[in-house]
């Protein structure tokens, strides 16, 4: 909350107060994340791969060429992130842009209030190309059963969808009305219901549950449809403005940064596989070189924002953030397709949902007309943040 408010003072002081705390135990959180990622390079050696990443990706059946095409690609499209930021600087009027400056809204406050019913039926709009089936099953389900959706005394926070094979694909929610981005949780997490739902209806119970690679397809396609419907019936310079702000912040979350958080993990097990122990300095080193790869020339880094590196839970999985990219990737390219096709992509894609755990999710994804072991994909998504950059620098008087 701190780091989104608009006195910027107040975001520095938190910034600056939160990465002293961590720096005091920079030595016990190295020697914390070493020991993990010993663990993980003792595991590859003991089971005979050539590398902790090939170990990581073997489960799933993923070539090494999808991990490598993704940060080679991203790499290449850097430009697009660093004029985002650049536009940020300008919107902000700051003489430096900071990094405790890269959360604060760029559109200060938009008012939009939207019924729970009134978002179903967003859902329904939204969700129109996929068919009367698929928005018939979800909607009757969103009303009927399949969501807890109010805050409530002692209930968790956030949100999620879970079912079991015989049961409802049940989701939770802290649903409010004047937060448009609940509208965008809500048709998220119908995403993965529905996964759920042609996955159970379609395979026996052994091959039900797909991955996690493919898990965030189907969810972040949902959103991808909503953005675009918002976008088209926007009412406002400001409405629309807000939306695309909103939307290539999320692709740089999931898609840019996660990737970045992918290239760290490569590094650190890399770095051990060749015999370098890694001490608070090597890695705080190792993450401030992709913090000033990735945030570009106009980003001014503080003496301890490179403790960021030390503080993120997913890294004590190896080899996990990745799917993040590689799934809003493959949502987005897919979204593309099922628009702006015909009968045969819509049906692709269904494919693809029904076909559960029963393939690899590389082979599921192709079933769907996305080869993932192909830069394509990635590059399609990339060209949509920068098409919305583009679009924002337009309205940017507006924010």
């Known amino acids: 909350v701190f780091m989104e408010n608009q006195d910027r003072e107040l975001r520095k002081k938190a910034y600056n107060q939160f990465y002293t705390a961590f720096e005091q135990h920079q030595h016990t959180l190295a020697s914390l994340y070493a020991g993990s990622v010993n663990q993980d390079v003792f595991e590859m050696r003991a089971r005979g791969y050539s590398s902790s990443l090939e170990k990581a990706l073997y489960k799933d059946k993923v070539p090494l060429s999808v991990y490598h095409n993704l940060i080679e690609t991203v790499h290449k499209n850097l430009p697009a992130l660093h004029k985002f930021y650049a536009l940020r600087k300008k919107i902000l009027k700051v003489d430096e842009l900071r990094h405790y400056d890269v959360y604060v809204p760029l559109v200060k406050s938009v008012e939009m209030h939207t019924t729970y019913d009134q978002a179903v039926e967003l859902c329904r709009e939204a969700l129109a190309p996929l068919g009367n089936d698929y928005t018939d099953i979800l909607c009757n389900g969103l009303k009927n059963g399949w969501v807890d959706r109010y805050e409530n005394k002692g209930k968790r926070s956030g949100a999620f969808s879970s079912g079991a094979y015989t049961g409802y694909p049940y989701i939770l929610l802290n649903y409010k009305e004047t937060n448009i981005r609940d509208v965008f949780t809500m048709i998220h997490e119908g995403g993965h219901s529905m996964h759920s739902w042609y ?116 890294f004590y999985t190896a080899f996990y953030v990745y799917k993040y990219a590689t799934g809003i990737s493959a949502a987005l390219a897919l979204a593309q397709k099922v628009t702006q096709g015909g009968e045969k992509e819509k049906a692709d894609y269904f494919a693809f949902l029904k076909s559960g755990g029963s393939r690899y999710p590389i082979e599921s994804l192709a079933v769907a007309g996305v080869d993932m072991s192909k830069p394509q994909p990635i590059q399609a998504a990339l060209d949509i943040f920068a098409n919305l950059v583009e679009q924002l620098e337009k309205t940017s008087g507006i924010c």
Do not use: C, W
């Open 199 to 314: 996955s159970s209806k379609n395979n026996p119970y052994l091959q039900y549950g797909y991955t996690i690679f493919e898990a965030e397809v189907a969810s972040t396609f949902n959103e991808e449809l909503l953005f675009r419907h918002l976008l088209n019936t926007a009412q406002t310079q400001e409405i629309k403005a807000y939306l695309l702000a909103m939307r290539a912040n999320d692709i740089l979350a999931t898609l840019y940064r996660q990737t970045m958080f992918a290239e760290f993990e490569l590094k650190t097990h890399e770095l051990v596989e060749n015999g370098t122990p890694l001490s608070a300095e090597v890695l705080r080193k190792t993450y401030r070189n992709l913090l000033e790869l990735y945030f570009g020339p106009e980003m001014h880094f503080e003496k301890n924002s490179d403790m960021e590196g030390l503080r993120i839970p997913h």
